[in-house]
């Protein structure tokens, strides 16, 4: 059974960081691509970054690139999406969601399994 668990949400300031994790079982890790989404209040979900396992690729989406930092450790079946320089415009439900294979682009329906989420509130 795949198992993904997201953690490391909360409330932080404005100009504060936090670090989410994804961690994943049952399935064989290198061969995904990870994505993070969110949904913020009132809006649709978006997708923010990924990571493709097998040649490293990353996205990033503009509105977060150069504050958020996409990683993995491989080992842990882990993937860390480091978050800096938070806004109040961040806040929002993540996801991180995994997809079989290279997707190479933020479709939502190329990504199989999905966390429960995990909610982060940046206050002004």
């Known amino acids: 059974e795949v198992q993904i668990v997201e953690s490391g949400g909360g409330l932080v300031q404005a100009g504060g960081s936090l670090r989410l994790s994804c961690a994943a079982s049952?399935?064989?890790?290198?061969?995904?691509?990870i994505g993070w989404f969110r949904r913020a209040p009132g809006k649709e979900r978006e997708g923010i970054s990924f990571i493709t396992i097998t040649d490293g690729y990353i996205y990033y989406k503009d509105s977060v690139k150069g504050r958020f930092t996409i990683s993995s450790d491989n080992a842990k079946k882990t993937v860390y999406l480091q978050m800096d320089q938070l806004t109040p415009e961040d806040t929002a439900q993540y996801y991180c969601a995994f997809g079989l294979g290279s997707i190479g682009r933020m479709k939502e329906s190329l990504f199989g399994f999905w966390g429960q989420g995990t909610q982060v509130t940046v206050s002004p």
């Open positions: 049952g399935l064989f890790f290198e061969d995904y691509t």
